[in-house]
């Protein structure tokens, strides 16, 4: 029992001991990053943004979780013109904050980074952040106006932007509409005239004969040769007289029939009858 006694108050002495020391040794990291963060702001006040830095830097390597130096290398961030650098800072010194001071110290500098950024909707839930930690703080609830003013105009100008971008597609499609229309119009002008084309030399076409030449042609050598066909007497077939051959022969037999009434007349005078045959 007594064993047991002396080791147990041996183990809780080892342990104080060692709480002891850890105590000790957070406290000197604190110490050693407290003089870096007044060292480093002491070069910040000289404009030495580089040996400021690195000093800081040191800072949060003693101590992780110093909010005064990664707030004060954010803040370093900001005069170096570093947003995005900042930023990063700044949002980690509101998530290490402890008490609600440096809560609201973190997001109403996040706050200025965002409006600087022209990010002013979300600018205005840092400063509503910051707000929340310290409701009393004038200057973040200015800031919180003129954000909320800027977020607005913002709003509308996107807005505008964007009508703008409506009406410039809209204006696409009527100049392409317009450019369609002219294609059709083009398209549908040369089709009438390869139509047309194709009319006239059908009509052509129809116009010549087997052969390829013209119809007219044909049509007026065929009338030509009807009218000098009428022109011309027509030509006796084979075993029949021309029309001169029978007018000669009609006269022929006028004189002859002439010369046998004459004959006649005088038999008759003789009392002797005479008998004539027609050739014809």
Known sequence: MKYILVTLFTLIATVS???????????????????????????????????AEMAY??????????VAG??????????????????YRLDEAAKAATSKSEKHKAYHNIGNVLMKNKKCKEAVEAYKNALRNDPTDDETRY????????????????????????????DDKKDQDKKDDKG??????????????????????????????????????GKEDGKDKQQQPPKPQPGQLSPQQVKNLLEAMNNEEQKVQEKMNAEKQKGVIIKTEKDW
């Open 17 to 51: 001991f060692s709480q002891e020391k850890d105590k000790e040794a957070q406290l000197l990291a604190q110490k050693k990053a407290n003089n870096y963060v007044y060292e480093a702001n002491s070069l910040m006040g000289n404009d030495d943004f580089v040996s």
């Open 57 to 66: 830097r040191k800072a949060i390597s003693e101590q992780a979780t110093s």
């Open 70 to 87: 990664i707030y004060n290398l954010g803040n370093s961030y900001i005069k170096k013109g570093s947003f995005d650098e900042a930023l």
């Open 143 to 170: 800031n919180l106006g003129l954000a909320k003013i800027c977020a607005d105009q913002q709003k509308d100008d996107n807005k505008d932007d964007k009508n703008k971008d409506n009406k410039d597609n809209k």
């Open 184 to 221: 059709n119009d083009k398209d549908k002008k040369d089709q009438d005239q390869k139509d047309k084309g194709d009319q006239d030399k059908k009509e052509g076409d129809d116009k010549k004969d087997d052969k390829g030449k013209p119809k007219d042609e044909k049509d007026n050598k």
